[in-house]
């Protein structure tokens, strides 16, 4: 069974940092090109950043290019998601995913940025 468990959200200032990590299990993640997606109060969810199984290329939604970096530990079956300087519009659930569709999702981590 696909596992996904992401953690790291919280409440941070406009201009701040926070990380995001996703402990992956039942699947071969060291194999799997893995995706960051969220999804905002009331709107779709939103496809954010792609890495590829072996972490060598990585791409970016315009809207976070330059301000979020994707990275992943393969001997830990984890991946990450560093957020720099947030924005409030960046307010949203962060979910990692298999899909860059976000079909195969985990529960989420909450990131609300706020002053």
């Known amino acids: 069974e696909v596992q996904l468990v992401e953690s790291g959200g919280g409440l941070v200032q406009p201009g701040g940092t926070l990380r995001l990590s996703c402990a992956a299990s039942?699947?071969?993640?060291?194999?799997?090109?893995m995706h960051w997606v969220r999804q905002a109060p009331g709107k779709g969810l939103e496809w954010v950043s792609t890495?590829?199984?072996?972490?060598?290329?990585?791409y970016y939604a315009d809207s976070v290019k330059g301000r979020f970096t994707i990275s992943r530990d393969n001997t830990k079956n984890t991946l990450y998601l560093q957020l720099n300087s947030l924005k409030t519009e960046d307010t949203a659930m962060y979910y990692c995913?298999?899909?860059?569709?976000?079909?195969?999702r985990g529960q989420g981590t909450q990131v609300t940025v706020s002053s």
């Open positions: 039942g699947f071969s993640f060291r194999y799997a090109v």
């Open positions: 995913a298999k899909d860059r569709a976000g079909q195969t």
């Open positions: 890495i590829w199984s072996s972490g060598a290329m990585t």
